[in-house]
């Protein structure tokens, strides 16, 4: 288990919010009035509570609104989370037998809220958010939301009794250098392509080169799960100038300079189309050759969930096997390659769980920096791809409605054969 002042070194910018959720959930007598934590995206608010809950030894289970399209999502969750075999229709006798015999707390970390009352409706997410009240069990409730406003929408629309605020401000621009480079340094392999003589000043080049991210999309994009991820795409090309045999006479003040000057291009290129803030359906229609979708401007991941899902939209079913399968799949896309013209059907609707099979078919997680794929990121990809139109969400599916030439043209910026997945008849 991690002490208080390890989780307070790994969280840099966190200190008076370890402290407090700290105390409140590590003394033998939990805080009984719900914990309320807002910040934008990419402040640490789940990740903090979730190391402390794990240091104390707490029971917990995280119901993720972004997942909770159904009732019975929050049934099978909670199965998964406190390991129960027995079926139940409803999370209320579920907590009550589960709970029955036990003296510790069990908490429930509503993570997303304002995601849960967009696809449950406020009525059940009244009945949702008040389990523990309504069981008068030993159950603590901690929701996590980017908004504060949601508080006051829990009091209002879902007469949430009075709940314990901690916020969560963005970080400035020195903690979220700090934390970029507590989570690059771990992966050893970022620093592969450093020439032997430059190995001692490896730890000096890493800090370096993210002070100058971090300066650079700061205003831009402060997200850190795309800057962590521009850091391990750029690092290599930053200290490319290194194996070049005139660097070994530069002093320390030179070689900085010749690697800025060498990368700085390059980021300002970036710099002005980094955030999906300023990209339009428009804007792609009308410059279909258009270059914003290079490199840091959407994740490869983001990428590969659209191409997963036009495939849905506009395969049928019953060809998915080709995709998912091995035997005849490179015959098949032989075949497809030599159709002079790919002719995309009218796109259909599409379950979330062949969009999942589809993605982990066609997209390889060990090549790039996202790590894990989990059904939790692939949704969270959606968010934006949605909002962009590119895909529609309907009550229980989606659909692709974005154009055969746009996702033609994305897919080219990473080498991907989008029409190689495509099924095309004879008739």
């Not at 992966?187 to 002070?211: G, Q, S, W």
């Not at 659209?306 to 015959?331: C, M, P, Q, V």
Request: net charge neutral.
């Amino acid at each position: 288990p991690k002490t208080m002042e390890a989780i307070k070194q790994k969280y840099p910018g966190r200190s008076d919010q370890v402290s407090v959720l700290w105390k409140l959930l590590s003394k033998d007598e939990p805080e009984s009035l719900p914990l309320f934590l807002f910040g934008r995206s990419s402040t640490a608010k789940k990740s903090i509570v979730t190391d402390i809950l794990n240091s104390v030894g707490a029971l917990y289970s995280i119901l993720d609104g972004v997942e909770c399209f159904e009732t019975t999502y929050v049934v099978k969750s909670l199965k998964i989370d406190l390991n129960i075999d027995k079926n139940y229709n409803s999370p209320y006798p579920l907590l009550d037998d589960f709970q029955q015999t036990r003296d510790e707390p069990l908490y429930l970390v509503f993570y997303n809220v304002e995601k849960f009352l967009e696809n449950l409706g406020e009525r059940y997410l009244s009945d949702l958010l008040t389990l523990g009240i309504t069981l008068e069990k030993n159950i603590r409730s901690i929701f996590i939301s980017e908004n504060r406003c949601y508080a006051d929408i829990m009091h209002s629309s879902v007469s949430y009794p009075e709940v314990i605020e901690i916020g969560f401000p963005s970080y400035n621009r020195d903690e979220l250098s700090q934390i970029l480079y507590i989570n690059a340094r771990v992966h050893e392999r970022i620093f592969n392509n450093i020439p032997e003589r430059f190995e001692p000043e490896r730890e000096n080049l890493l800090k370096d080169f993210i002070n100058i991210i971090a300066g650079t999309f700061f205003n831009s994009c402060i997200d850190y799960y795309e800057l962590l991820h521009l850091v391990f795409l750029l690092f290599p090309r930053y200290i490319k100038p290194l194996q070049k045999p005139e660097t070994e006479h530069m002093n320390e003040e030179q070689l900085s300079n010749k690697l800025y000057q060498k990368i700085s291009p390059k980021l300002q290129k970036l710099l002005k189309n980094v955030s999906f803030s300023n990209i339009t359906l428009s804007d792609l229609v009308e410059s279909p050759n258009t270059n914003i979708f290079q490199n840091a401007n959407i994740k490869e991941l983001w990428k590969y969930v659209l191409f997963a899902g036009f495939i849905a939209s506009h395969n049928e079913k019953k060809y998915d096997k080709y995709i998912l399968g091995t035997g005849r799949e490179n015959a098949m896309r032989r075949r497809i390659k030599k159709t002079p013209k790919i002719k995309v059907r009218k796109p259909k609707s599409f379950i979330r769980e062949r969009l999942f099979a589809i993605l982990y078919s066609i997209y390889d997680s060990t090549i790039y920096e996202d790590g894990e794929v989990t059904e939790e990121k692939i949704l969270r990809q959606l968010e934006p791809l949605c909002s962009l139109k590119f895909i529609e969400k309907r009550k229980n599916s989606y659909m692709c409605v974005a154009s055969f030439e746009v996702v033609k043209d994305i897919a080219k910026t990473i080498n991907f054969e989008i029409e190689s997945y495509l099924y095309t008849s004879d008739e």
